[in-house]
């Protein structure tokens, strides 16, 4: 069975930053990580070992008990900024410069007196992060959710981590719904986002199983399978070369292997060596 990797896998700058911060944290028990820093859950097991607090997503109304807390690649919005400041927490930023970007572009669409659409998962940290500082908003998972609009003019942009022909679709549908609407577009897909999915399009014309590593929490590795799916290719999610089932690739000639945005590249080289073991057992067996 061939193994074919995709040109552009696994962890993306923004995460990669983040992570080289929290190295040359000196005392990591006296930090407290706002949310997951990355949802790749070897990772944050690897946080944990190291010393460093965390808080829930899910509980991150509370006040983190340390002085010094840490904003995750995701982003927090100014108001969330305000509220840890006011309280008195020292703050370690790692933001993904592109999330900050949408941060702008929210803010920019605002203030030209637009209602601001943001195409993404309702709940998501980023996502959160961004509409907690805007005062009249939508947040669009799908295309049978646009509706016709009050306001007449409208901003719209992306989680970064949108697939583009998602925001394509969404994009039509607010036209289709708005047809006399001032739209303005703000184009905040991330580009690692974007390199990722050309490369699996393209890997997808070689293979005829596909194989996605990354936390199961993962928006853009959850992305990368359903795009696998749509165009009815079998693809496998994995978060380690533990999770790999030999039955999967019976009669495959060819696999793929992609990766999320948050995923270590020794994961991936551990799951493509397991791929290897797969395929000389299958050999030997013939
Ligand atoms: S996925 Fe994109 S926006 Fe998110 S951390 Fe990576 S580079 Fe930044």
Request: glycine share 6%.
């Amino acid at each position: 069975m061939k193994i074919i990797k995709a040109d552009v896998l696994g962890m993306c700058f923004g995460v990669r930053d983040a992570l080289a911060i929290m190295d040359d944290v000196r005392r990591p028990d006296s930090v407290t990580i706002h949310g997951e820093l990355v949802h790749n859950e070897k990772v944050l097991d690897d946080l944990e070992e190291r010393g460093f607090r965390m808080l829930a997503e899910t509980r991150r109304q509370a006040l983190p008990m340390t002085d010094t807390v840490l904003i995750t690649a995701h982003g927090i919005s100014a108001k969330e900024r305000t509220r840890l400041a006011d309280a008195g927490k020292k703050l370690i930023d790692t933001t993904c410069p592109l999330v900050t970007r949408a941060h702008h572009a929210a803010q920019k669409l605002q203030a030209e007196g637009r209602h601001v659409l943001v195409i993404g998962k309702r709940g998501h940290v980023e996502v959160q992060g961004i509409v907690e500082d805007l005062r009249s908003f939508d947040v669009l998972q799908a295309p049978d959710e646009v509706r016709t609009y009050a306001n007449t003019k409208l901003g719209v942009m992306c989680q970064t981590t949108t697939p583009t022909r998602h925001a394509e679709q969404i994009r039509a549908a607010i036209k289709a719904k708005n047809p006399h609407a001032d739209i303005r577009y703000v184009d905040t897909i991330c580009h690692p986002t974007k390199d990722h999915q050309q490369a699996l399009e393209r890997l997808m014309n070689e293979v005829e199983a596909m194989v996605v590593v990354g936390g199961h929490n993962s928006n853009n590795t959850r992305q990368l399978l359903l795009r696998c799916q749509e165009r009815g290719l079998p693809a496998y999610h994995v978060q380690g070369p533990e999770d790999l089932r030999p039955e999967w690739f019976e009669h495959v000639e060819a696999v793929g292997l992609s990766a999320g945005t948050s995923t270590l590249d020794e994961t991936i080289d551990a799951v493509e060596s397991a791929l290897q073991q797969i395929s000389v057992e299958r050999l030997v067996a013939a």
